[in-house]
């Protein structure tokens, strides 16, 4: 059973691999347009915004649902860079404090964790990811928290089975991530801030 192959994974895989190619060919067709002396609007303005932002997710996404080989490390440039783009002129910041290069398999559930937070941070907020004694610690802070207690539920006792839609996908697929792993994930619940660790 452990031998079979990660269909969901690599359909993300396969769909960003395909998607970020054509986003990118339109950004560098952008370019070309504003050096050739094309109009510099608010139009080509939120063109260029539109490009940058999918261009992030896409990014984000295939770590998030894509292949997490158990060897691939992911540098902390390239994750505060992805991080950096994915949340510019948001309401939500994200800290990566880790230092060194890490398992790309746990920066997958990290990223999958953060899409956690992000829905029950739905006015804004901030969120601090780090590592200590071996243990990836990621907290999410806000003045106002929307926590829907049987999506939580889900990453804690894998017999819980709420009703899932699209937007959170990401619940029931970071809870198949750390069993896969092995690994055990806490989670604390207040008021105005959730508190991860794995």
Same mark, same amino acid.
């Given at each position: 059973? &452990?031998?079979?192959?990660?269909l969901a994974a !690599? !359909? #993300? &895989?396969? @769909?960003?691999?395909?998607?970020? &190619? %054509? @986003? +990118?060919a339109i950004g560098n067709g952008l370019e070309l347009l504003l050096m050739?002396? +094309?109009t510099s609007g608010p139009e080509m303005a939120l @063109?260029?915004? &539109?490009v940058g932002n999918a261009s992030a997710r896409i990014r984000f996404f295939r770590i998030a649902f894509g292949i997490a080989p158990a060897d691939a490390r992911l540098g902390r440039p390239e994750v505060q860079s992805i991080l950096g783009d994915l $949340?510019? +002129? #948001?309401r939500l910041s994200i800290d990566w404090q880790t230092a060194e290069d890490m398992p790309r398999g746990d920066v997958k559930i990290v990223f999958l964790l @953060?899409?956690?937070l992000e829905s029950a941070m739905a006015y804004g907020g901030k969120v601090s990811v780090s590592v200590s004694d071996g243990r990836w610690i990621i907290s999410g802070k806000a003045d106002k928290l929307k926590i829907n207690a049987a999506l939580w539920e889900v990453l804690?006792? %894998?017999?819980?089975?709420p009703d899932i839609t699209p937007a959170q996908v990401q619940f029931p697929l970071v809870a198949e991530e750390i069993a896969r792993l092995h690994h055990r !994930? $806490?989670?604390?619940?207040a008021e105005t801030e959730i508190r991860l660790s794995f």
């Amino acid at each position: 059973m &452990s031998d079979k192959p990660d269909l969901a994974a !690599l !359909l #993300g &895989s396969r @769909i960003c691999h395909d998607l970020i &190619s %054509p @986003i +990118g060919a339109i950004g560098n067709g952008l370019e070309l347009l504003l050096m050739e002396g +094309g109009t510099s609007g608010p139009e080509m303005a939120l @063109i260029a915004e &539109s490009v940058g932002n999918a261009s992030a997710r896409i990014r984000f996404f295939r770590i998030a649902f894509g292949i997490a080989p158990a060897d691939a490390r992911l540098g902390r440039p390239e994750v505060q860079s992805i991080l950096g783009d994915l $949340t510019r +002129g #948001g309401r939500l910041s994200i800290d990566w404090q880790t230092a060194e290069d890490m398992p790309r398999g746990d920066v997958k559930i990290v990223f999958l964790l @953060i899409q956690c937070l992000e829905s029950a941070m739905a006015y804004g907020g901030k969120v601090s990811v780090s590592v200590s004694d071996g243990r990836w610690i990621i907290s999410g802070k806000a003045d106002k928290l929307k926590i829907n207690a049987a999506l939580w539920e889900v990453l804690v006792n %894998p017999a819980a089975s709420p009703d899932i839609t699209p937007a959170q996908v990401q619940f029931p697929l970071v809870a198949e991530e750390i069993a896969r792993l092995h690994h055990r !994930l $806490t989670a604390e619940l207040a008021e105005t801030e959730i508190r991860l660790s794995f």
